[in-house]
């Protein structure tokens, strides 16, 4: 599976961003998709996830509320709504991808056996 992350960009505190991660190969229904992030400097961390199937999902606390993770299997891409975006959200955003024999999502980084390149988000206060 190859992971393509797209729709960074800059956007103002309290404004909206919808990244997208295109995957490439047969599959894309059995797995489970996440998003992580990094600042320079700073280790890298979950943000969100989603089952494979869309209907379990999980969020970082200060995310809650303001992001949504989704998928359309059909067009093999997963997406993260980010909406009231704050200064502290700027960071590169990865997306991620782990097969799962069952529906469930995925929260710790090691699970996770293919990554994105990764998009930047700038928020500016």
């Known amino acids: 599976v190859q992971l393509q992350a797209s729709g960074g960009g800059v956007a103002q505190a309290g404004g909206s961003l919808r990244l997208s991660c295109a995957a490439s190969?047969?599959?894309?229904?059995?797995?489970?998709m996440g998003w992580f992030r990094q600042v320079s400097g700073k280790e890298r961390e979950f943000v969100a996830a989603t089952s494979w199937s869309g209907g379990s999902t999980y969020y970082k606390d200060s995310v809650k509320g303001r992001f949504t993770i989704s998928r359309d299997n059909a067009k093999k891409t997963v997406y993260l709504q980010m909406n009231s975006l704050k200064p502290e959200d700027t960071a590169v955003y990865y997306c991620?991808?782990?097969?799962?024999?069952?529906?469930?999502?995925?929260?710790?980084?090691?699970?996770?056996?293919?990554w994105g390149q990764g998009t930047l988000v700038t928020v500016s206060s």
């Open positions: 190969g047969r599959m894309f229904g059995g797995y489970a």
């Open positions: 991620a991808a782990v097969y799962s024999s069952g529906d469930y999502y995925y929260i710790n980084q090691r699970d996770y056996d293919y």
